[in-house]
């Protein structure tokens, strides 16, 4: 690969751009190529290709640059992983850094610390203690690999061998997702949004762990259940499918611009029984009005993101100590919230798409000492209920390096009927 000073250059200031971490990294990369319209479809390509594997590797590349300093950062990567001579990128440097290149060409990466083996923060790494460093080192590890592209059919309108069999006439290469029954994994990343399964609803981009939160609320056709965070209303649509758009589905945000990017995905998915709100916040006269009536809540945390490292490399740069005991406290107040909504007998799903347990297992723990009325279920069990085979213990754990999905966290709470001898549905 070789690299011209023009590119480097734009990806140098590209880097420098998004360093300063006021939105994420693929808004600032879009933004960016709008306003340089000069870039040919090939410059784009290197410069996306090459400050995204900088994000990716940023530990690495500090380590080897001795510094974080943008452009260093981008020649560190062409030097260390790309494979460019010194020869090759001097045009992109600057007067004296040629001895600095040599440096960096030849720093060894023989006894790396822990984070900068596994591309990880140190605070990260810190609260990940509690796992042997090989586990650390093959989740750090897994997130710098691309993450597959995986559908989830609708079942409203099709089946997924009828989606497998429409993909192998056009030659696409598929294949059913290892867990989900829904999920179907491509074997190369394309552009669906002009593909007719897409735009008749068939399918939709999502991550097969994404996928599996849906079998764990495991809604009943005449339910009444809340999608507590709906987001952009992915996981809302998976379970409306199961739900065989019976019953009722409310998909509850406090972002408009997220519920509004719902709205032409719920045309699409054929789904009747889903009604769509925005509330101001986790205590909304919407949300009062349905407490204790409610079967079923999926509250799909706000969190960290750290699991989905993958798709999003700069959340590792973004993300802090501060930010996560602001996330934290909002969790709690989420679930506390979400939790008044059920009925006695009623489920709540807590997830988070977070390798970290103060969002995780803490989170649950605390939850379940100050609200005796809940107790945890079995994530695995549930899951053996829906014939996926998946047993990662009483929670559900989901990791690219174990199982090939984004990482997730989920854990299944139900509240207690108060008769004795009585269980939860």
Known sequence: MSCSSFQFNHAAALMQAIMIF?????????RYFR????LGAHDRAFVAETVFAVLRHGRLLEHVAGDRVPRHLVAAYLLRLRGLNRREIAPCLREGEMEWAARVKAASLADEPLPVQAELPDWVVERLRPLPDEEVLALGRAMQAAAPLDLRVNTVRTTRAQV??????????????PYSPVGVRLADKRVLARHPLFLEGHVEVQDEGS????????????DRVVDFCAGAGGKTLAL??????????????????????????????????????????????????????IDRVLVDAPCSGLGTLRRNPDLKWRQSPHTLAELTARQAVILSAAARLLKPGGRLVYATCSILP???????EAFLAAHPEFVRRDAAEILARARIPLDTGPYCRLGPHRHGTDGFFAAVLERATGAPGETAP
């Open 358 to 364: 103060e969002e995780n297992d803490a989170q649950v």
């Open 240 to 293: 409306g499918a199961l739900m065989h758009s019976q019953g009722h589905l409310y998909a509850f945000d406090v972002s408009e611009k997220r519920l509004s990017r719902f709205k032409p995905r719920l045309k699409r998915s054929g789904l009747s029984n889903v009604s769509a709100a925005l509330i101001s916040h986790e205590n909304d006269t919407r949300i009062k009005r349905l407490a204790g009536k």
């Open 164 to 177: 497998l069999a429409s993909l192998a006439t056009e030659g696409i290469a598929a294949a059913p997702t």
């Open 22 to 30: 006021d939105a994420p990294a693929d808004a600032v990369t879009s």
């Open 35 to 38: 306003e340089h319209p000069n």
């Open 211 to 222: 996928q599996l939160l849906a079998f764990l609320v495991a809604p009943k056709r005449h």
